[in-house]
């Protein structure tokens, strides 16, 4: 049962308090810190059938070059579509670039030498449906911008892969939470 | 020139020739960035 409604004078007993405490939209599956100048990193059975949508963060870590980090899906290295629009710091003027057909989500995040972070979401990375991302936080040292993405495959994902375009990555801890179905 | 260092789960080891080659396939350099006006 999603939610309940309490009456007044009804006595909330310990299995009610376990199950609607643990009935949050956002649910917690795991966490993997990222280790020491690592060129990649792979967080397997993040994905599961429990839920369609997930949510990532990747926090309190380092680039050692000023670049967005991508995410893969499996090992596929093919079928990555999107747009990342961003804008320089110096600039009002709005950029822009496509993927097409790129062996990755390109923008999935960013960073430098002194901080770097993700902030996805994907929706229905293990069922046969297309996989869609959108990723808000792809932050250089000089620009800012999100990006959208679409996988043009049908296969069924239980891991990801995050890879910056240059260098490696240092630190932090990526999360990852499922979005509660009912 | 080391290899970079790749990590699977808690495992983090040298990548081996083969990983490295397909690294550098997709595009990763060690120096350098995405190519964006900045």
Same mark, same amino acid.
């Given at each position: 049962m999603a939610i309940k409604t309490f009456t007044t004078g009804e006595v909330l007993t310990a299995s009610d308090t376990n199950t609607y405490l643990a009935n949050s939209g956002l649910v917690y599956i795991k966490q993997?810190?990222?280790?020491?100048?690592?060129?990649?990193?792979?967080?397997?059975?993040? #994905?599961?059938?429990?839920?369609?949508?997930?949510?990532?963060?990747?926090?309190?870590?380092?680039?050692?070059?000023?670049?967005?980090?991508?995410l893969r899906l499996g090992s596929t290295t093919t079928g990555y579509y999107g747009a990342f629009v961003y804008s320089l710091y110096s600039s009002a003027t709005p950029l822009s670039v496509g993927d097409n057909n790129e062996n990755a989500f390109r923008f999935a995040g960013g960073g430098a030498s002194n901080s770097a972070?993700?902030?996805?979401?994907? #929706?229905?990375? #293990?069922?046969?449906? +297309?996989? +869609?991302l959108t990723s808000t936080n792809v932050v250089y040292s000089t620009l800012a911008g999100m990006y959208n993405g679409v996988l043009a495959d049908t296969t069924s994902y239980t891991a990801f892969t995050l890879l910056p375009s240059a260098g490696t990555l240092t630190g932090g801890i990526i999360y990852v939470y499922g979005y509660r179905k009912a | 020139m080391a290899r970079p260092n790749i990590q699977i789960d808690?495992?983090?080891?040298?990548?081996? !020739?083969? !990983?490295?080659?397909?690294?550098?396939?997709? &595009?990763?350099? !060690?120096? &350098?960035?995405? &190519?964006l006006a900045d």
């Open positions: 993997q810190t990222v280790g020491s100048a690592v060129a990649s990193v792979t967080v397997s059975d993040a #994905f599961s059938a429990t839920y369609d949508n997930y949510k990532i963060i990747w926090s309190g870590g380092t680039q050692s070059n000023d670049t967005n980090n991508q972070a993700c902030n996805i979401e994907i #929706f229905n990375p #293990f069922s046969s449906y +297309r996989t +869609r | 808690d495992e983090v080891r040298e990548m081996t !020739e083969e !990983e490295y080659e397909a690294l550098l396939a997709s &595009g990763w350099t !060690e120096e &350098g960035s995405d &190519g």
